[in-house]
């Protein structure tokens, strides 16, 4: 996340690479909401801003995978729910009809049973979420790969 | 010309979740904006589907303080679909509801950001709409940003040669080779051929030196040739440095809204 990025782009691959590093640095900034992770009933949860630069199709984002101190969680105990509409995130790239606001805070619901016994105090989070852009910013198959991290306080 | 401000340039505190667009519209008033851009995917409350009642408070809301609304931005994205590209028809559809939101909101200029290639596609694109622009009464300003040079956007123009089809240039196609996301550097001359089709200006700028200038776009040359030429429409500062850095939204605005008015004026 802290790769600098090219000083002179000579030509739009090196412009799309350069558009990553600038793109995951607003994302990086304001993706956790709160600082936590909360108990929520059947799982955790974390409130994450949409790391795009605009507002954005649910359909968008293709890929998402929470690691909490270096624990995994399954994309099948992975959800998002945007204005309380819980969607498993492995569903989210078929929801065209589903808008995410720009710095709207969605919920990642994490239904992983043994999550609770990786949690400490506070807590080295990643965050790699995929997003396909709309049209090509220069971007490898016009997808951006956020790659994010943050210490985040467990609270029951 | 008329100078004002990009809502864009308001992204930090927009993305923070800190402001809303009636926030952003009374600092613009405050600094002495003549008038916005409002981009819909950013700052449109109930976006994509906004009603009917928050198009026409926020077109209230930029004339009672004494603003309007030059331009009127969207994104016209052919991949917002997993299983498959849009349609034409979908893309023709979503064009036309564009063109519908910027009438509502008073806008006489609707920037679409959409990036074809080869140029063909744009052409195409455009003339299939042009009958509902002049309908509405709104120009598709198209915007001149990298990765395209000024060439592709001049066979454009003469191609569809419209009056509802005109020239939105971002000043980052003159940047020097050391701005972000700069490919290439293009000579000022090149902007004269493009000044009859300008309607309206992207004042780019992602840093400012401690003269309040920005170092890599030549700001007093773009806005003297425009002056020169007796340019009537509009030109809004869109500062980009908050992707990279934070800093309160206005602070940024004034900076470049001054750099504006020292130039433009």
Redesign the interface.
Known sequence: MQQE?P??????E??GK??IV??S??AQ??LF?NGLIEKAEGGWRILV?NPW?????L??V?FIRVTINGHSIAEKDTYISLRGQLIPSAYA??L?EL?W?????AELFLADSALSEALAPKNEVKVDIDM???????FPN?TLPYRLSGELEARL | MKLGMSLYTFGADFHAGKIDIYDALKTCAKIGCDGVEIIGEQHIPGWPNPSLDELKRIRETVSSLGMEIFCFSCYFGKNIRSDRPQTEAEMIQNAKKMISVASILGAKIMRPAYNANPVEVLIDYVNSVLPTLEEYGVIWGVELHAPHPPAYYLKALEAVNSPWFRLVPDFSCWQGPNAPGQIQTNELSTFEPLLKYTVHCHGKAHMFNENGEEPNTPYKELLGMLKDYGFEGSVVGEYEGWLMNYAPSEVPARTLFSLLEKHGR
């Not at chain 1, 606001?101 to 805070?105: A, D, I, L, Q, T």
């Not at chain 1, 396909?132 to 220069?138: E, K, L, N, P, Q």
């Open positions: 990025a000083r002179v782009n000579k030509n739009q090196d412009r350069q558009g600038v793109f640095r607003v900034r304001d909401a801003r630069y605009t507002g954005t199709y359909s968008t293709t790239k078929n065209h808008w606001g720009m710095g709207e805070v396909r852009t709309a049209f090509s910013y220069g016009d």
